[in-house]
């Protein structure tokens, strides 16, 4: 007689498996504090990163640039590419949580 094999897992567990292997991944530093985050009714987020206080002044002005802008500085030495890399990153994750609440709840 033969064992019968278990059921696969259903799309919704394995999708539930991913977005806990998301959220697992996200440092803390980027994780964007509850208090800062606007109201779930708020469909227009384009100008939170300017008006949360989450991001410094560098931040923003590193990440409101383009490549073409950004390529001079980091050559020249002006801009560290560990610094112009973790300010696109903590911008992801923040454009990612502002659109997934399930991630911050």
């Not at 991001?55 to 001079?72: D, G, K, M, R, S």
Request: glycine share 2%; aromatic share 6%; proline share 10%.
């Amino acid at each position: 007689m033969a064992i019968p094999e278990s059921e696969p897992p259903t799309w919704e567990v394995k999708a539930a498996e991913k977005r806990a292997q998301l959220e697992a991944s996200i440092p803390d530093e980027w994780r964007v504090p509850a208090h800062l985050l606007p109201p779930e009714s708020q469909d227009d987020v384009t100008t939170w990163p300017e008006t949360s206080g989450w991001f410094t002044p560098e931040e923003l002005a590193i990440t409101n640039q383009t490549a073409v802008e950004l390529l001079p500085k980091l050559a020249s030495g002006q801009l560290r590419s560990e610094d112009v890399t973790r300010a696109f990153c903590k911008r992801a994750v923040a454009a990612h949580q502002l659109v997934s609440y399930d991630l911050v709840t």
